[in-house]
C-alpha cells in the first residue's frame, strides 16, 4: 500500500479524508485515472459514489464501485442535462451534501485524434471534445454547488500537457483540454466565496482506455521515461495521491491550480541522450 499521511486520534489512524463524501465521475475500467483516484481516497478515509455513461458501463464500474464499498452507483451522461440534475438528485436523497468532485471525462471522435490538426479538425468534433471533456465541468459543478453549500467543497479535474503545448496527434483534445484549465479557473474565482476550491492534474501520459485512442501513444510513453527528470512513467497511483492530497482539508489554501504530475517531464527545455559511464 502507498504511503500516505493519517491523522491520528485517540489511538487509532484516521485517514486524511475521512468523514468526507466523494462522487467519482468518469471510472471506465481498472486501469482509469479515476480509478487510480478512488482508490487512493478510498484508503484515506472518504465515502465513494461513482457514475456510469450507460448500461455497458454499468457491467464494470458497478463490481469495482462495490469492491470500495460504495452503496451509490448512478447513470450520468455528462452530455445530457437531465440526467445530471437525475444523478445529483439521488445523491442528494441518499447523501443529502457533497464534499468532493472528481471530473475525470474527456473525449473526442476517434477521426480527429490522428493525423495533422488542420484535417482532422471538423467543427463536429470541436464541438463534441469541447461540450465533453470543458463545458461538462462547469455542468457538474453547476449541479453540486447546492450540495456544497455550507462545507469545505473540492472539485478536481484532469487535464494534460497538451493544454499548453502541441503534443503530436493530440489535436482538438488540446484545445478542448485548454479550454477545461481556464474552466478551472474561472470556477474557482466563481466559488472560491462559498469556500468551494476547484483544481485540475495534468498528469503525464497513463495507459487507458482512453489514451489508447491517440495515435503514437506507445512513442509518447517511451519518450517521457527517457526525458522527464524521474526517467520514468507516472502511475495510476501517482495521480491518486495527489488527487486525494487537492480535494483533502490539507490543501485548503490551493485553488484554481493545474498541479503537474508528470514526473517532472513539462519542466524539461531540452534533453540529450545519456550515454552509460559518462558524459
Not at 479515476?34 to 448500461?55: C, D, K, P, S
Request: aromatic share 8%; hydrophobic share 45%; net charge neutral.
Amino acid at each position: 500500500m502507498p504511503a500516505s499521511f493519517h491523522w491520528v486520534t485517540r489511538g487509532f489512524r484516521m485517514g486524511f479524508l475521512s468523514g468526507k463524501r466523494a462522487l467519482i465521475v468518469g471510472v471506465a475500467s481498472d486501469r482509469s485515472i479515476a480509478w487510480g483516484i478512488a482508490q487512493a481516497m478510498h484508503r484515506e478515509g472518504a465515502e465513494l459514489a461513482f457514475t456510469y455513461v450507460n448500461e455497458k458501463f454499468k457491467e464494470r464500474v458497478q463490481p469495482l464501485a462495490e469492491s470500495l464499498g460504495s452503496k451509490v452507483c448512478v447513470q450520468l451522461d455528462v452530455t445530457n442535462d437531465a440526467e445530471i440534475e437525475s444523478a445529483f438528485g439521488a445523491l442528494r436523497k441518499e447523501w443529502g451534501s457533497l464534499d468532493i468532485l472528481v471530473h475525470a471525462v474527456a473525449y473526442a471522435p476517434r477521426e480527429a485524434l490522428a493525423g495533422g490538426f488542420t484535417a482532422s479538425t471538423s467543427r463536429e468534433a470541436f464541438k463534441v471534445a469541447h461540450d465533453v471533456s470543458s463545458y461538462s465541468l462547469t455542468a457538474l459543478a453547476r449541479a453540486a454547488q447546492p450540495l456544497m453549500s455550507g462545507r469545505a467543497g473540492a472539485i478536481l479535474t484532469l487535464s494534460y500537457l497538451g493544454a499548453v503545448k502541441s503534443i503530436p496527434s493530440y489535436n482538438v483534445m488540446g484545445l478542448a483540454k485548454a479550454s477545461l484549465e481556464a474552466n478551472v479557473r474561472f470556477l474557482a474565482a466563481d466559488l472560491g466565496p462559498q469556500n468551494i476550491r476547484v483544481n485540475g492534474i495534468s498528469a503525464g501520459p497513463i495507459k487507458t482506455l482512453a489514451a489508447a485512442g491517440i495515435a503514437g501513444f506507445r512513442k509518447m510513453l517511451s519518450r517521457v521515461a527517457d526525458v522527464a527528470p524521474l526517467r520514468r512513467n507516472v502511475t495510476l497511483e501517482d495521480v491518486g495521491n495527489a488527487a486525494a492530497f487537492l480535494c483533502s482539508d490539507l490543501a485548503n489554501g490551493i485553488t484554481g491550480e493545474i498541479t503537474y504530475v508528470d514526473a517532472g517531464f513539462s519542466t524539461v527545455g531540452m534533453s540529450f541522450p545519456q550515454e552509460a559511464g559518462g558524459e
